[in-house]
């Protein structure tokens, strides 16, 4: 067997020290994140380790029967799991995001869990959502943990990542697109808001939020009204209550609109 495994149309396995540490060394940015036999030890494991702590590559140490279990060859004690879907580039994606039922973007500033990402992925596509936006790094990786999550719309959002999340967010304005930012209990309250469409939403990670300069970047800053002094909602919980509330918002819009066409 060679050292490839596709494990869907879009997500791939890369197994061997030498082929792992060539991605490592080449196209660090396709490599979503690491596996690595415990007690595995030698030079290129050594390298390996080097340039994913350099490179900012996310890995850990597993048994071997859960590398067996993913990939059934030769895999030396290295896996790198592959995200293949296919980047969109963002100013195609905000060419295509008003023509999707939903145009609305999410962007992520400082999301980490995997989990999160694939779950909010599912509402998005599922509400018809255009896309996502994920900077390059302080990200979670699109590998497997986040397909499962997700239910598959992970291989079918759009999804652009950037360099510069604030600068991106300055391209969106300048597109027309209005941006909203998530910022605890500051802000307007989500459910009063009447929403400008196309929009982008801004989620920050649980623990730190936004950055100051993605919060910079923002037109409006919202917040979901808590109750019982309960603020324990996650990424992917909040991302699902805006998005179904942009989506509610719309809905009513175009009925209101077709009604005063009969």
């Known amino acids: 067997m060679d050292n490839e495994h596709q494990s869907s149309e879009s997500l791939r396995l890369v197994a061997g020290r030498k082929p792992v540490l060539e991605l490592l060394s080449t196209a660090p ?9 415990k007690g595995a030890k030698g030079g290129p494991i050594e390298q390996i380790l080097d340039l994913c702590r350099q490179r900012g590559v996310r890995f850990r140490f597993v048994e071997r029967h859960e590398l067996d279990r993913q990939f059934p060859g030769n895999h030396q004690g290295v896996l790198a799991d592959i995200f293949e879907a296919g980047y969109t580039e963002l100013h195609e994606l905000l060419q295509t995001a008003r023509q999707s039922p939903l145009p609305l973007l999410v962007a992520l500033d400082q999301v980490l ?10 509402t998005v596509y599922a509400l018809g959502g255009a896309g996502l936006l994920v900077p390059k790094h ?37 597109a027309g697109y209005t941006i909203y930012g998530t910022q605890g209990e500051a802000g307007e309250n989500l459910f009063f808001l009447e929403p400008r469409l196309p929009a982008v939403v801004v989620l920050g990670g649980e623990e730190k ?5 993605v919060a910079k970047r923002c037109d409006f800053t919202l917040r979901i009204p808590l109750q019982h002094g309960f603020d324990s909602l996650n990424v992917a919980q909040a991302g699902a209550l805006i998005t179904g509330h942009f989506a509610r918002a ?13």
């Not at 940015?29 to 036999?37: A, D, I, N, Y």
């Open 113 to 122: 869990d995997p989990g999160n990402v694939g779950a909010l992925v599912r």
């Open 209 to 213: 939020g936004m950055r100051p300069g």
């Open 138 to 174: 302080h990200a979670a990786r699109l590998g497997t943990g986040a397909l499962k999550a997700s239910a598959g719309a992970l291989l079918r959002l759009p999804i652009a990542r950037v360099t510069n999340l604030a600068r991106a967010l300055e391209e969106c304005a300048e």
């Open 250 to 262: 719309k809905a009513l819009r175009d009925a209101a609109g077709q009604a005063g066409k009969t």
């Open 29 to 37: 940015e396709r490599v979503e994140g690491v596996m690595l036999q």
